[in-house]
């Protein structure tokens, strides 16, 4: 269902400013038919004053991409273009009484095009501006673009970077150089695994395997309905038992693998599980 | 203003005959299928009945039916029962095409450890059973292929294919949920293991299913409990919907041949309509082997949401398989497997119809999409030149990963 306002429905269905200005001042392009938007938008601009007189647009995209543009058009006519690149993405949102979440990425192209004209009209080569390591493949993402959005919209997840940008809605691959990319402009530190203490005493270790068992394996089986129960440590042996929907389960053989996986990480590289 | 219903493979509007057959065991007829008291136990020869209903249906025998909660469940059962039946049997065979219900459960079980092979489909989403041969081995607990496609509405050889396996003696499973009450299936000539169907794409509730499970086969129940279903399917009878079901497949058997004429004459009416009056506009699928009420139609140049938006303004419901209306950021699988170039998939529309539409409706979508067409692509700041341009620039990874 379209969760959109009653305005983005307005300038959906009766767009304001649709076309192409006959020989603009600036020309921003941004999007591409692959990505599922894009948008070019044309500007007559004073040389004199540096005012935008006009601005016309031409969207291919959905329902908030269309209003997106158009929003962007009403926003910057008559401003100059040092007041018009004061307007955010959120502006253009706001101005439509708000998006959807997952449709922000479309006032964020909305911004990017409103960029692109402006360097276009002060004569800065593409080249320069589109430098940058690409992150997502699905729909060529930029570090800087990542970066740039998530700072100005104060993302902190990557979810809201795949929001606002598109950046991991395809394939996923990126999603973890994302978030290392929000760490770093966030600098949260990354929660640490438990490091594996050396030399155990027997005392220490069968503590340590019924803590790992109830604290990493216990909760995962629970979840799917099953159980498991400890029954005996023999120093690197650990007998076990699995219990509920975990009893006869064809997949029992894959569970106890990874019962001794998550042990091995924890406890000890020589941990061996018996099933009894 | 009226609502024109044109996403029947989505879901169909309850058929008023089900309804009246239904609303009796909504009321005063509450009772428990399984209590021992006649006020209850009454019951169990209404449900049997509509078993028989479902069962006569697609050619089953009584005992072959049994009623699900949906086609996923019925999917899901199918599957789980036959990983449970042959243990040592690790691979899995099904298509790139399949409902997320077989897809998504086959993905879960590759996280299990279990080797899926998903068979590629053509341009126009065809199978290719040689595909099939080359990876059929000692190994495989299961061939899971869907009847027909809901985006596409294409039909898979599943008799020919369901023959093969039977002399391989491997296990069959169709999904055959955008099949049933469509087109004509009779399992005594189509040697499937098991088969799936739901009740809502054929006129009944939305909340029942049914599986179909040939004679002999090994079975593993999937929701496990009471002794209902004959052990097969633990939970309280949904006895309502199930006569619903029942009534809903009596209804297709006695209309099937005429309604397929009807919904044929009316689909190609409005295809070849819009394919007149919309320029660089293609049709998504193999037309000669498709259901009869859907057709999967590409308008290059402007995005499915906004299409569907504007159909929307006028009552038209319909469904895309653009980026937008995906629920994700990524287009239909379904298309992306066809090979349709990302630019048509955008694009997509898939009108499916029912009994309940109308020639007048038809000729108000035929009237009405070329408008909206036509306003979207002033807007779109693509046309045929400007699409030249783009293909010829890299490929960007989406592109590269069909081609």
């Known amino acids: ?276 | 203003m009226n609502t024109i219903y044109l996403d029947n493979n989505a879901t169909t509007p309850v058929a008023p005959e089900v309804l009246d057959e239904m609303l009796p065991y909504l009321k005063e007829l509450y009772g428990n299928p399984s209590s021992m008291h006649t006020f209850g136990g009454q019951l169990h020869e209404k449900v049997e009945k509509a078993r028989s209903k479902v069962a006569q249906l697609i050619g089953a025998e009584l005992d072959e039916i049994i009623f699900t909660s949906c086609g996923t469940e019925s999917d899901n059962t199918a599957i789980m029962s036959a990983v449970e039946s042959f243990p040592n049997k690790r691979h899995i065979i099904t298509t790139r095409v399949e409902h997320p219900a077989v897809l998504n459960f086959c993905k879960h079980l590759a996280r299990k450890g279990f080797r899926v092979t998903y068979l590629p489909v053509n341009n126009y989403g065809q199978l290719n059973i040689d595909d099939l041969l080359k990876v059929l081995d000692e190994d495989t607990a299961l061939v899971s292929i869907m009847y027909a496609n809901n985006e596409s509405g294409v039909i898979f050889p599943i008799a020919e294919i369901a023959e093969i396996l039977k002399k391989r003696r491997i296990l069959f499973h169709t999904d055959a949920v955008q099949a049933v009450g469509k087109i004509p299936i009779d399992v005594n000539k189509l040697p499937v293991d098991m088969l799936s169907l739901s009740g809502h794409k054929l006129h009944a509730p939305k909340g029942v299913g049914a599986l179909y499970v040939r004679k002999g086969t090994r079975f593993h129940p999937y929701i496990i409990g009471g002794h209902q279903e004959r052990g097969r399917r633990a939970g309280t009878e949904n006895v309502a919907s199930i006569i619903g079901l029942g009534k809903a497949c009596e209804l297709a058997m006695k209309n099937l041949s005429d309604e397929i004429n009807y919904l044929k004459g009316l689909r190609d009416k409005l295809e070849n309509a819009l394919l007149k009056s919309c320029p660089d506009a293609s049709i998504n699928g193999d037309i000669n082997n498709r259901l009869p009420n859907t057709t999967n139609l590409s308008f290059e140049y402007v995005e499915g949401e906004a299409i569907l938006l504007r159909l929307n303004e006028y009552g038209i419901c319909a469904s895309s398989g653009s980026a937008c209306t995906s629920g994700s950021l990524e287009p239909s699988h379904v298309l992306r497997a066809m090979g349709v170039p990302f630019t048509a998939i955008h694009g997509s529309i898939r009108f499916s119809l029912s009994r309940y539409n109308t020639e007048a409706e038809i000729d108000r979508v035929i009237e009405i999409m070329p408008l909206i067409i036509k306003e979207l692509r002033l807007l779109s700041p693509f046309g045929r030149d400007k699409l030249e341009q783009f293909l010829h620039s890299p490929k960007s990874k989406f592109l590269r990963k069909i081609s």
């Not at chain 1, 990557?158 to 999603?175: F, P, Q």
């Open chain 1, 1 to 276: 269902m379209w969760e959109y306002t009653k305005k983005v429905r307005d300038y959906f269905l009766h767009p304001k400013n649709i076309g192409e200005i006959e020989n603009p001042d600036a020309v921003g392009e941004v999007g591409s038919i692959v990505c599922g938007d894009a948008l070019r938008l044309t500007l007559k601009i004073d040389r004199d004053t540096n005012r935008i007189q006009d601005a016309k647009f031409q969207t291919f995209g959905c329902a908030s991409a269309i209003a997106s543009s158009s929003a962007l058009t009403e926003l910057i006519k008559g401003k100059t273009i040092d007041e018009a690149m004061q307007i955010s993405n959120q502006d253009i949102a706001e101005f439509l009484g708000g998006l959807p979440k997952e449709k922000m990425h479309c006032s964020v192209m909305g911004r990017e095009a409103l960029e692109d004209a402006i360097a276009n009209f002060k004569g800065i080569p593409k080249a320069v501006k589109e430098e940058g390591k690409l992150v997502c493949e699905c729909f060529d993402v930029t570090e800087e673009k990542i970066r740039k959005v998530a700072i100005e919209n104060r993302l902190t997840t990557v979810d809201e970077v795949t929001d606002y940008t598109k950046a991991g809605g395809g394939c996923g691959e990126c999603r973890e150089e994302i978030e290392a990319i929000l760490r770093d402009i966030w600098s949260v530190k990354v929660p640490e695994k438990p490091a594996i203490p050396k030399k155990l005493t027997n005392l220490q270790k069968i503590a340590l395997i019924q803590e790992v068992i109830e604290r990493e394996i216990r909760p995962r089986l629970q979840a799917d309905g099953g159980d498991i129960e400890l029954i005996d440590i023999d120093g690197n042996r650990v007998m076990i038992a699995l219990r509920g929907m975990c009893t006869g389960c064809v997949m029992s053989d894959v569970t106890i693998n990874s019962i001794q996986d998550k042990l091995k990480e924890l406890v000890s590289e020589g941990i061996v599980v018996e099933v009894h």
